[in-house]
């Protein structure tokens, strides 16, 4: 997957290297901004995002299903600050909100290739079916 790194922005701001560096959010807000991903259908939009600014026809192209859909994922997901949008005359064109998303969305794949029984496994983990 040609997903940009954070070290490829020119922005880039080192990442906090222990959890003495995070800032200190309340636990709830952090696991909301992970369910934002537990949505297949949203994690593709991001993924396909992340490779390039798309406009939402190509986001619905992409993912295969309606545009109100679509838009309410997009919503979401520009809710949650994993990508923005620039108006271009009618059209609304999507890029990576932040650089560190790719980075989160290519660790989150490798943890989950290195492990991927034990999800699989877990039943206090809903199928993604049952997320919506």
Same mark, same amino acid.
């Given at each position: 997957?040609?997903?940009?790194?954070?070290? +490829?922005?020119?922005?880039?701001?080192?990442? /906090?290297?222990?959890?003495? &560096?995070?800032?200190?959010?309340?636990?709830?807000?952090?696991?909301?901004?992970?369910?934002?991903?537990?949505? #297949?259908?949203?994690?593709?939009?991001? &993924?396909?995002?992340?490779?390039? &600014?798309?406009?939402?026809?190509?986001?619905?192209?992409? !993912?295969?299903? $309606?545009?109100?859909?679509? $838009?309410?994922?997009?919503?979401?997901?520009? +809710?949650?600050?994993?990508?923005?949008? *620039?108006?271009?005359?009618?059209?609304? *064109?999507?890029?990576?909100?932040? #650089?560190?998303?790719?980075?989160?969305?290519?660790?989150?794949?490798?943890?989950?290739?290195?492990?991927? !029984?034990? /999800? &699989?496994?877990? /039943?206090?983990? /809903?199928?993604?079916?049952?997320?919506?």
């Amino acid at each position: 997957m040609d997903i940009p790194t954070l070290t +490829d922005h020119p922005d880039a701001v080192p990442a /906090p290297t222990t959890m003495s &560096e995070v800032p200190c959010l309340h636990l709830d807000t952090t696991a909301r901004f992970f369910r934002a991903l537990s949505d #297949p259908t949203r994690l593709k939009l991001l &993924e396909f995002i992340l490779r390039g &600014e798309r406009t939402s026809a190509d986001c619905v192209e992409h !993912a295969g299903i $309606s545009q109100p859909r679509v $838009s309410v994922h997009l919503s979401c997901l520009m +809710d949650c600050g994993y990508v923005q949008a *620039r108006r271009d005359g009618k059209k609304l *064109r999507y890029s990576a909100g932040d #650089p560190r998303v790719a980075d989160l969305v290519m660790l989150a794949r490798s943890l989950a290739a290195d492990n991927a !029984a034990a /999800p &699989e496994c877990c /039943p206090r983990i /809903p199928d993604s079916g049952d997320l919506r």
